[in-house]
């Protein structure tokens, strides 16, 4: 009996899709960039009310862009979900943190809210709160953001997703 491979995450494409990375080639705007990203760069922009916004390489790069942002460095704590993707955390790394998981919510598999704020509660005992919270989504299970935003806002902790 042959076996079927089931995969993690296939690729959904498409005409459209095909039409896109043909328009890429003729129009020789492989690299560095050219007129699909700069018009996906303005509408994003516009549709979340901002001014500016860059498309980057991957969600790694742009978890790694935000945490040098937020001036993460050598020794810096970072809060992260332990059932997670190796991208949403090498950037803590990258930078020289620390990434402290949190074990998952038996539900979601996602970041457990209640155990984020027993352990806030515990770097603030110790005088020395997480520099960030990165709650990844997975599986297409959305992480509890709403709670998540609650439990660290008045703790003035920003949340990278």
């Not at 296939?10 to 699909?36: C, D, K, T, W």
């Amino acid at each position: 009996m042959k076996s079927k491979r089931i995969f993690l995450s296939p690729p959904h494409m498409g005409g459209e899709e095909e039409r896109f990375v043909r328009e890429a080639f003729e129009s020789n705007y492989i690299a560095p960039l050219g007129p699909q990203v700069d018009a996906f760069e303005r509408e994003f922009a516009e549709k979340v009310g901002i001014r500016h916004a860059v498309a980057l390489s991957s969600g790694t790069a742009a978890m790694h862009l935000a945490l040098r942002i937020l001036g993460v460095g050598p020794g810096d704590e970072v809060l992260a979900a332990t059932l997670t993707f190796i991208g949403s955390v090498t950037p803590v790394v990258f930078q020289g943190g620390f990434p402290v998981f949190l074990d998952a919510d038996r539900k979601s598999w996602n970041m457990d809210p209640e155990l984020l704020a027993e352990e806030l509660e515990s770097f603030a005992k110790r005088g020395r709160l997480p520099k960030a919270v990165i709650p990844t989504d997975l599986y297409g299970q959305c992480a509890d953001l709403g709670r998540i935003l609650d439990i660290c806002e008045p703790c003035g902790i920003p949340v990278v997703v």
